[in-house]
């Protein structure tokens, strides 16, 4: 185990006691954030600074594609805690297709008040970016209060109710905007195989799938690990590269702003998991697997010290394989 391994070995277990001393003492984090946290199956649970909070999957995706698209805006996680306290509060993080009067989606926007279209409110894309937008316009919105710049966007009928989220909305904000490593983790099925064959670029439809979800969120992030032909060479034996059901996405050279960008991609993936068929994301010396979900992330390890450490330990690229 590297020293690096350890450190966040401790740190994460330090969390974790954190988290199970404070529901021992009276289910302080249950209190906090609600009886959602005592549900574990097919769910994901976020852990940053001794505080818990958990998603189901469905609101883990939408935070996850609120979250993403801060970070490709290169907006402070700040705009993604205002952003979540708001859709908590509209929505529960949940594309409704209904709301009061017209009201429609994840904000709840309302095509009457120029939102957009019924159509173009109800796509969390588009939905997202929208909100987006009024934010940044709203004058010194990173000082205020996370309620009183929500309530600038939303213009809602109580302003304060959006308060109540904050601390939750924080918490998934910073796992998923890379501020924390291995803080959020989901418990999926793993899901069974595909069968699927290469297509002409090298890439099963579960593959390609999953780049074009990444790209649609974060933009051209650079991209590898597969080819027309398939690839014969350069991965480990029994590799899901040699399949085509596997992409890398690169952040080099390895820097701390670097790791935080690949820190938002690898825990986007798993909060995306259940979705996108993925069975695996690796990076930064961290392991995610469907198979194993209920172990969360652990510790990425290999057998040899020759070669590139920062390739092979997954440093410098998230490793993301699908069914």
Known sequence: MTAG??????????TAVAVGAALAAGGYV???HGPELLRSADACTV??????????LDQAQNAALISALAVRRDLPARAATIALATAFQESKIRN???GDRDSLGIFQQRPSQDWGSATQVSDPYYSTRAFYD?????????????????????RSADGSAYERHEGRAQIIATALTGRAEAALSCEVPDPDDSGQRLGDDGLTENARA??????????EIPDGG???DG???????????YDGRAVDFFFRPVRPAQTRDGWALAQYLVARAAALDIRTVIFDEWIWTARRSGEGWRDYEISTSSGDQDILLHRDHVHVDVA
């Open 5 to 14: 391994q350890l450190m966040r070995r401790l740190v994460v277990g330090v």
């Open 30 to 32: 249950a209190l906090r």
């Open 47 to 56: 852990q940053v600074d001794g505080e818990a909070t958990t998603l189901e």
């Open 96 to 98: 409704l297709d209904y």
């Open 134 to 154: 009024a934010l940044v316009d709203v004058d010194g919105y990173l000082e205020l209060p996370v309620h009183d710049a929500a309530q600038e966007v939303q």
């Open 210 to 219: 999953v780049r074009t979800d990444v790209r649609r969120a974060f933009g």
């Open 226 to 228: 597969f080819a027309p």
């Open 231 to 241: 690839v014969t060479s350069g991965h480990a034996e029994g590799s899901a590269h």
